[in-house]
């Protein structure tokens, strides 16, 4: 009813199991002369804790250049589950920080947020083909690291849903469509062979579990 009032119903992107993120630019020049810094970790709200996100996170080096950046090689890419993702929608960057005493291990302090849209992470939710996103950087209240104005630089990432084609049947692929996903149609519509092999793969996997 127009009238009635309650919570916002959740939309449909926010149950598919898991999304993927990369960093495709970033842009902090007061972080990278910062020589306290030893590296970024980029990711997005969750109600993760730091032990539990290794798979959740982007790491960023420092490149050749004035406010020059790059991923480190094998966390180029944060994979998550959709269900941890916590509001404000929002990509969080913290500095793992050097110390100045012998033997002690980096500290990691957050230094930067980019607030987002939560129709913008529906809609990339929404679809397989990566979208992307460039977003303000403001620095966190307290930081030892901050701007005049609260801005501290921008960042571009790209975000998606995650699709696992190893365990996934191809009877089940969502096909991509203009907006959101098509609906999943039978099995008869996926090629034959495709789908018989598909099942003689499961069968294999739950064979030797």
């Not at 992107?13 to 993120?21: A, D, E, G, V």
């Not at 929002?90 to 957050?110: G, H, K």
């Amino acid at each position: 009813h127009q009238e009635a009032t309650g919570l916002r119903p959740l939309a449909q992107s926010f149950f598919w199991p898991m999304w993927l993120m990369t960093v495709n630019e970033i842009s902090l020049p007061s972080l990278w002369l910062e020589r306290s810094v030893q590296s970024l970790v980029v990711y997005l709200r969750s109600s993760s804790g730091h032990h539990d996100m290794l798979r959740q996170e982007v790491h960023i080096l420092r490149s050749h250049g004035r406010d020059r950046w790059c991923a480190e090689a094998d966390r180029s890419l944060a994979v998550g589950r959709v269900g941890q993702l916590r509001g404000p929608s929002a990509i969080c960057i913290d500095a793992v920080l050097q110390t100045n005493l012998e033997f002690a291990e980096p500290s990691r302090a957050a230094v930067a947020v980019a607030e987002m849209e939560g129709e913008a992470l529906e809609k990339a939710l929404m679809n397989v083909e990566t979208m992307s996103l460039t977003l303000e950087l403001k620095c966190i209240p307290n930081s030892s690291i901050a701007s005049s104005d609260g801005s501290l630089g921008r960042i571009k990432v790209s975000l998606a849903a995650a699709l696992d084609r190893k365990i996934m049947p191809v009877c089940f692929m969502p096909e991509q469509v203009e907006e959101g996903y098509a609906r999943v149609g039978p099995a008869k519509a996926a090629n034959l062979e495709k789908a018989l092999e598909d099942i003689h793969m499961t069968q294999l996997v739950l064979a030797i579990a």
